[in-house]
């Protein structure tokens, strides 16, 4: 059996696309998967394996979170209180250093080989030094995409926005045209002032260990993010394999919960291409202000709506559903023909694959901008931070399927621009034709290969990764 040992990054958005490469490379003839990670991240990946699945195996590292200072059950970025916390994760995943290290040499065969390859998050580029130290061939596997991941190394890596005080400049490893603005540099970056202080020490540690790996994976789509793909080989340095859009299928509606069925079902009921989905993915949240603003700008624009709601900025995410104090006065009475709020959490995945949607006010996250696009739904953008700034650009300059409605998440938006840009991208037909393009380009780099047919182009570079790495792999040990 040959064995790969896959470890994602400690959120939501790293665990899906990891558990759906582990599905892709378990089928390949002899090979066999084992995930590691923390305890509780162990638990929301065997709810994302089938029960009848042999060939993934889940290891769980020993990780306690009060000995890194985070509050009790915080393995995940989603359960975490405030984003200076995802650093202190970022750090605190260095402590299973010994632990991987021990389970490598468990998993190494009988005749002493190890695994056949390593393949971590960028988070935890760590791994590469153990890697090395064993001589195990190793891969980092990007969650984002090929032009967000370039533009975020390229950034941490040369800083081109302290060299200049325009507000707009290139970006090293991109063409001359690519430019970005001072308004699309994330909080973190901002706070950087190019030196390695100490909160910014770990983002440019982990760019510079990615950087020695063998190679990247990256979950895109070669002809649909060209340019990125292009570039993130210039800034990395690395090959890198474009493998996605890695993405979990809708689960059948009896499967859901009581509250995710009522949703569904309720879309059911609206016409096609009716709905407006808002969601800001699995970390963000707005500021009371701005929620209200926004229940406004949904009220005013008419349109259909499903609007997955969080605690704002200030209150306990935990905390029970205030709608009297988090939206307009009497919002759900007025709307309870016309939309649905949901508490929380909603089936993303299942909701964009209805036929009901016709636009998604997102943060631009990379899962949901795979997610929304590979089912040819346009994009109402709010980048809020990180890559999710470079997703936005690639989609309303490259790909012309979305309208950037706000950057970051200082100030304050107003209902009528959000009334105003959803009915741009509702009613814009154009957009919504390219969208699906995308998704028929998406859809195709995942297919194929069955009677002959030719495969796509995502599982030929998934194919072409693996064979090489076989090759290096029994090169050395003599196959
Ligand atoms: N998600 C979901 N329901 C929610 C919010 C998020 O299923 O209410 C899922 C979404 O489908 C996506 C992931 O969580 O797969 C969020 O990943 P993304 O990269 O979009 O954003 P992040 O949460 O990493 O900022």
């Not at 190890?114 to 130290?133: G, K, Q």
């Not at 190019?194 to 910014?200: I, Q, V």
């Not at 609206?270 to 989905?277: I, L, Q, T």
Request: with cysteine.
């Amino acid at each position: 059996m040959k064995r790969v040992i896959l470890f994602p990054f400690m959120a939501q958005g790293h665990l899906i696309p990891f558990m759906q490469l582990a599905h892709l490379i378990s089928h390949r003839k002899g090979y066999t998967v084992t995930i590691v990670n923390t305890p509780s991240n162990i638990d929301t990946l065997r709810s994302l394996l089938p029960s009848t699945s042999t060939t993934i195996h889940l290891s769980s590292l020993p990780f306690n979170p009060s000995d890194h200072n985070l509050p009790p059950n915080s393995e995940s970025t989603h359960t975490l209180p405030s984003p200076l916390h995802i650093l202190t994760l970022l750090r605190s995943s260095e402590s299973l250093r010994p632990h991987f290290i021990r389970l490598l040499s468990d998993l190494s065969s009988s005749d002493g080989r190890p695994p056949l390859c390593i393949i971590a998050d960028v988070f935890v580029a760590w791994t590469v030094e153990v890697a090395r130290d064993l001589g195990i061939h190793h891969a980092v596997f990007t969650t984002c995409g090929g032009c967000g991941t370039a533009a975020y190394f390229s950034l941490w890596l040369h800083s081109p926005h302290l060299k200049t005080p325009d507000s707009s400049f290139g970006v090293p490893g991109f063409p001359d045209g690519f430019r970005l603005d001072r308004s699309q540099i994330s909080g973190v970056l901002k706070a950087s002032r190019g030196a390695d202080d100490e909160r910014s020490y770990s983002f440019r540690r982990y760019i510079r260990l990615s950087m020695e790996s063998d190679a990247m994976l990256c979950n895109t789509v070669e002809e649909v993010e060209a340019l990125g793909v292009k570039a993130l080989r210039v800034v990395s340095g690395l090959p890198v394999w474009a493998v996605g859009p890695l993405l979990r299928g809708p689960k059948p509606v009896s499967s859901l919960n009581h509250d995710s069925r009522a949703c569904m079902e309720w879309m059911d009921s609206r016409a096609r291409g009716s709905v407006v989905y808002v969601s800001f993915g699995s970390q963000n949240r707005v500021t009371a202000s701005q929620m209200r603003e926004l229940a406004l700008g949904l009220e005013m624009s008419g349109r259909d709506f499903v609007w997955v709601v969080r605690a704002p900025v200030g209150f306990d995410p935990e905390e029970e559903f205030r709608a009297e104090e988090w939206l307009p006065e009497g919002f759900e009475e007025r709307m309870k023909n016309r939309g649905v709020v949901v508490r929380g959490w909603a089936p993303q995945v299942e909701i964009l694959s209805h036929a009901s949607v016709g636009a998604f006010l997102s943060h631009c996250g990379w899962n949901s901008v795979l997610e929304s696009l590979s089912n040819g739904v346009p994009v109402i953008g709010w980048p809020m931070g990180a890559d999710q700034y470079y997703n936005a650009k690639v989609m309303v300059e490259e790909l012309g399927v979305c309208v950037e409605l706000k950057r970051g998440l200082e100030g304050e938006i107003d209902g009528g621009d959000v009334a105003r840009v959803v009915g741009v991208v509702m009613d814009g037909g154009e957009m919504k034709r390219r969208a699906v393009e995308v998704g028929v380009k998406m859809r195709a780099a995942m297919g194929g290969g069955e009677g002959g047919e030719r495969r796509g182009s995502s599982l030929e570079a998934f194919d072409d990764f693996f064979d090489k790495v076989e090759a290096f792999y029994n090169r050395i040990f003599h196959y």
